[in-house]
């Protein structure tokens, strides 16, 4: 990649030749001399005493070097983990939660949680000897579902949680919702659930810890997201300064979110290097990624629309129930509080929302954040709505999208709860989403497959999400002797090609060679801070701090430039990577300007740092068609078609690509994945590839995705965060047209994902099972 590759452009992501010739440098991959190993061993209960733990038969097993459980954390004065957001970011309140201990001491509350650290010479024999570590547990009740964690006389967590309630919440105008729905012509009413989803990044979760006693700092190697967050977490729970403490990630193999916030693994294993005097190594298998990793949804809702004679929208009524495990992980409160009440209304026009909301704790494994994270759940309520409005008004439900949607003449638009969208042009979103998909030939394709014996469905769903993230940012920018440029940054690369399109932004803005740029990251020692990468934020935070980093070099080299091309300030002009004299063939490039500098003792590398005031607002709309078996309930995505709205595209080509990992994660969700825990003893029923439901590229079709894209105004770019937004839309797209194709009487035993015996018993082949009732609200408990 010797040329300049421009903003627009779609040059080939330069990190694939690593990855693909094996050159990558993912945790696992790194080597460190003296390394042993650790492993965790874990609740086999979803609740219970720990009435005892004995190590030492496992302190003396061969090559072990420590057997660590709770009572050496509270010797050594290590502090429990406390959540990224504790307190309602609306109102302040304070959320009601118990910090969650590195290691168990007096009770587990998830199946998978960390009772004991044992380290050892060879993973084998930490394996080995976490077997002989004998904890004596009483079995408490457990509880699983969130509603019934609520309910009285559920088992109780932890005494600091009164009820589980975490927190109780309301927003909105209740006072004008009750009106509007009195006024009503239609009202609408449904019950809607985002099933939990275990995240399943590519790579696991891992950590290697290591303890300079000669300078008494840490550093951790890590699988992470972000990376200053959970370093200034990891230096809190050790009591000692942030700066004592640094993360490293060369490069992740995905996150979607698990990744993003602190764990216990992140102090555990520094303080065992501390322990051990080694280096210390822990890679979570894929069955401790079902068990402990933070996980997604879990979230039910009974929501009602307010509707006029003509199909207006007049007010929307949400009263829902999170899940949030056993827990308070991250901001996961957050979300509950901010992103799930920003826009409930997506991108339709609806005066009045009222909100109720509750999230608890239950014995499963702690909530974090999945792509889209509280604007998935809230877009799937009105997406299903809309449908359910339009089969018991009698009325087409693309119309009554569309007379709905607001107008591209209203941006920006600011929405019941007082939230402002900055730009979108819905309507045409829609309709050339409509057209790419040709809705016009489904009757066709529809009457093919009934021939054939089978169903076929339409469904549509529009989205927007907020994208932003942590709200500061920053990048260094160095110019080396060699004519390279460093680009450091405090974002966090994970599989979304910042390699190629960081150095583009930067390319285009000094008009230098792409070749010549580096991206640098993933080292909190870089950059003093750093946002790292969740809800879509790095190009928009990065690449606007590149983008004011740029101008800053352009106003520093701008007097070196006058000096050297002896003319006057007010005839020079800079474009392409040069700074020309106007009306001449005098000229000087920007690296000969750097060498300028360096040999004059000053330098053109600039530090740039920002803080956010807005977000911005991918937005789009997707249609999907299914095919059902009626015999099996097997659902086929026969096609899929989409527009959305990204803003400005740095690189179109990442960016489609990004958009189809977010439509396959989606699918997933609605056709399959699934996290089932017995209700009875809280035990995870899908705890591995044998019953959890991944989805497989035999499983997709081709995705046909196209852009319409209007200029965010929020950042210098003008982009909108790509990563996560197919994720909201295809879901209830999926979920409406599985709906379709089994019409009104099959469509009411109906709720996602769409497994081939959700739709069968759907169909009425098989009569509804009656749902387990947990012991502890039955008269009798099980013998």
Known sequence: MTERSSIGASPRRREDARFLTGQGAYLDDLRFPGL????????????????????????AAPGVRAVLTAADVRADGLQSLLPTVAANPQTGEAFAFLPQPLLAADRVRHVGEAVALIVADTKAQALDAAELVAVDYDPLPAVTDATAAAAPGAPELAAEVPGNRCLSWRAGDHAAVTAAFAAAAHVVRLSVGARRIVTNPMEPRGAVGFFDPRTGRYTVHVSSQSLHANRDAAARVLGVPAECVRFVAPDVGGGFGAKNFPYPEHALLAWAARRVGRPVKWIASRSETFLADHQGRDHQADAALALDA???????????????????????GGVQTGQYAQLPGSVYAIPAVALDITAVFTNTPPIGVLRGPGFAEQNAIIERLIDAAARQCGLDRLALRRCNLIPAAAMPATNALGNTVDSGDFPAMFDRALARADVAGFAARQADSAARGRLRGLGVACHIKGTGGAPRENVDIRFASDGTVALITGTQTIGQGHETTFPQILADRLGLPNAAIRLVQGDTDLTPLGGGHGSSRATYMGGTA???????????????????LEAAEADIGFAD????????????????????????????????????EAMTFPNGAHVVEVEIDPDTG????????????????????????QAHGAIAQGAGQALGECAVFDPWSGQPLAASFMDYALPRAADLPDFDLGFSPTRCTTNPLGVKGCGEAGTIGVFPAIVNAVLDALGPQGGR??????????????LGSAAPTTPVRPHYMTKASPT
């Open 36 to 59: 042993v190993h650790a492993v965790l061993l874990r609740s086999p209960h979803a609740h219970a005493r720990i009435v005892a733990i004995d190590t030492a038969s496992a302190c």
């Open 577 to 612: 990577g040069r700074f020309t004299v106007a009306g001449t063939n005098l000229g000087i490039g920007l690296m000969d300007v750097a060498a300028r500098a360096r040999a004059a003792g000053t330098t053109l590398d600039t530090y740039a740092a920002w803080t956010r």
């Open 310 to 332: 003509e199909g207006r929208f007049l007010a929307l009524r949400v009263t829902s129930i999170a899940n949030l495990g056993a827990y308070l992980a991250g901001s996961a």
């Open 749 to 762: 035993g109906f709720e996602a994902p769409a497994s081939p015996f959700a739709v069968w018993r759907a």
């Open 634 to 657: 097997q659902v086929l995505l026969a096609r899929h078609a989409a527009v959305d709205d990204y803003g400005v595209l740095v690189n179109p080509m990442v960016a489609t690509g």
């Open 546 to 564: 590149i983008w004011r980093a740029a101008a800053a070099i352009i106003a520093k080299a701008r007097p070196i430039a006058v000096e050297a």
